[in-house]
């Protein structure tokens, strides 16, 4: 579905025009309801949002706030000497038994595999060495949100990805647009009725989460045949 044909369908199914319904309205609808397709869509495919974000490294500092939104981090790399990855351990500062000054923090990784503490918004480095400048020295490998949706007058397709910002999968372009309408209808003093289609609208959205587990047809199946021991 492309972006034009998204906003005809919410106002065909709601008796609406842009004066009525207007663009900045459904794009409310939309991008929340966007960021919540996604959440669950990644539970089924993990890896299809997922990215590599990467930031620079400054001279002593430890702390990297998210520049991005992401749904969930899959990895965390760092370049401490400014050449070679380092993976780190994510820990939780409850289990350890030193404060986060520096001095304790290089004292307490010595010896040890470099980490992390991850509070939703920020990483905390862990390291046996201060930390360098280092260009895109800080490598996340996360899921992240699909792009919002910022112009309903665009000919292209949903689904399309325009550089590390990702579309919204097919299968999910009418569900989207019939939650929107389902949100508009409820919004009313009086809500409006809803279809059977937009009563549906779980069934419909667990179907098309089963009809994304398994997008990848191209294996390699060996089939066996039991043994005729007699």
């Keep these: 579905m492309i972006f034009t044909e998204f906003a005809s369908y919410i106002r065909l199914k709601t008796r609406t025009d842009s004066t009525t319904f207007p663009d900045a309205d459904i794009k409310i609808y939309a991008n929340v309801w966007k960021n919540k397709f996604a959440d669950e869509i990644v539970k089924i495919r993990e890896n299809y949002f997922k990215t590599e974000l990467t930031q620079d490294l400054t001279v002593g500092n430890r702390t990297y706030n998210l520049t991005t939104p992401v749904i969930k981090i899959k990895r965390i790399e760092v370049l401490f000497d400014g050449v ?25 990784y010595s010896g040890r595999r470099p980490g992390y503490l991850f509070n939703g918004r920020s990483i905390f480095l862990l390291s046996d060495s201060a930390i360098i400048a280092v260009t895109n020295g800080l490598i996340i490998s996360a899921m992240i949100y699909p792009s919002d949706i910022t112009d309903l007058s665009l000919n292209t397709d949903m689904a399309a990805n325009s550089g590390a910002n990702f579309g919204l999968l097919t299968p999910f372009h009418e569900l989207l647009a019939r939650k929107v309408v389902i949100e508009y209808k409820g919004s009313k003093d009086k809500p409006m009725a809803l279809t059977d289609s937009e009563r549906n609208f779980d069934r419909d959205f667990q179907l098309a989460l089963e009809s994304i587990t398994d997008p990848n047809l191209d294996r390699s199946v060996l089939a066996t045949v039991p043994a005729d021991d007699g």
């Design 84 to 108: 070679n990855r380092k993976i780190l351990e994510e820990t939780d500062l409850n289990l350890e038994d030193f404060t986060t000054n520096e001095a304790a923090i290089i004292q307490a």
